[in-house]
């Protein structure tokens, strides 16, 4: 089954608390993972930033709001106990609670409203209220999924602006990113720009360390995204690097490899091929920060726990 959205855990979260006694926010997650049978996968799938798993993240805010609603308490750090009004929710409510049904209280709506937004009309109904928290998805998800679609969408401009660029500019561009992703050291130290007649298709020679221990090959194609780079290809690469005695090789694209290519490399274990085509492109020039500049920095803040630890 798909992994419940955070108000489709509310009412279960509730009804594991219904004995009135004080729970744990471990076994609350630990009892609802069998009573709803997730599987060991679903469990522990991980948010994208590797912080917790979203079932976790998922229990824990459905626990955030139904605080936020009265319907549980807080009684200690990861503990809590169902209140009279939680009780009572359960009771009217046998099938689903979720912010619809926690729009009824006061003090939720208040949770829901911006702080600057002022006390809420007489005649506001939850309806008309700003709602922040309406969407199946965690905070942390909204968040996640605003940055990788802002991602995407930069990766996208990337690889157009790079089709409006001339062939060298891309080559230039791929031993810059190999040089960000630390190997060799300086860009001037390290790198040996080929491209010229007689390179037998080799676009440029990068250390793969500061010592010059290892060298790499590097062949870079600006082609569109309809072009696909085939295995013949890739084995008139391989071949470059067996006539230059070398072991290891990079062959970036900004379009996509054929199932033909991908498979190449691994008919020949002497060799070590890369294959980048432009989307793991485009990924790696915003990783590294090539082609791209930090607008803007969000922060995330959670409670510092030691700060509250007593002390010894």
Same mark, same amino acid.
């Given at each position: ?11 279960? /979260?509730? &009804?594991?608390?219904? +004995? ?9 997650? #630990?009892? @609802?993972?069998?009573? *709803? ?116 969408? /930069?990766? &996208?401009?990337?690889? +157009? ?9 891309? #080559?230039? @561009?791929?031993?810059? *990113? ?133 002390? #010894?």
């Amino acid at each position: 089954m798909a992994i419940p959205d955070y108000q489709s855990l509310m009412r279960p /979260l509730l &009804a594991f608390c219904s +004995d009135g006694n004080e729970k744990n926010v471990r076994d609350a997650i #630990e009892a @609802l993972a069998q009573q *709803l049978g997730l599987t060991d996968e679903e469990r522990l799938t991980p948010l994208r930033s590797g912080s917790q798993t979203v079932f976790s993240n998922r229990v824990y805010w459905a626990q955030v709001y139904l605080v936020k609603a009265a319907a549980l308490e807080r009684t200690r750090r990861s503990h809590f106990r169902i209140t009279a009004r939680g009780k009572q929710l359960l009771e009217q409510n046998p099938t689903r609670i979720d912010n619809t049904v926690l729009r009824q209280f006061a003090e939720f709506l208040a949770f829901q409203r911006p702080r600057d937004a002022g006390p809420a009309a007489p005649e506001e109904t939850a309806a008309t209220n700003v709602d922040v928290i309406d969407a199946r998805t965690t905070p942390e998800e909204l968040i996640q999924e605003a940055e990788a679609e802002i991602s995407e969408d /930069l990766q &996208a401009q990337l690889l +157009d602006r790079i089709a409006q660029q001339s062939p060298a500019f891309f #080559e230039r @561009l791929v031993v810059d *990113l190999l040089v960000a992703m630390g190997y060799g050291g300086s860009r001037g130290r390290v790198v040996q720009r080929l491209g010229r007649p007689g390179d037998e298709g080799i676009d440029g020679v990068i250390n793969e360390d500061a010592l010059g221990l290892g060298v790499v090959y590097v062949q870079a194609k600006r082609y569109a995204a309809a072009n696909t780079i085939g295995r013949e290809q890739i084995q008139q690469f391989a071949g470059a690097l067996v006539g230059k005695g070398a072991t290891k090789g990079v062959f970036v694209t900004t379009s996509a490899f054929s199932r033909g290519a991908v498979d190449y490399p691994r008919t020949i274990p002497h060799l070590r091929i890369v294959l980048i085509d432009g989307q793991e492109l485009a990924k790696l020039m915003v990783q590294y920060n090539v082609g791209v500049r930090i607008e803007r920095t969000v922060e995330v803040k959670k409670i510092d726990l030691d700060y509250f630890e007593p002390d #010894e």
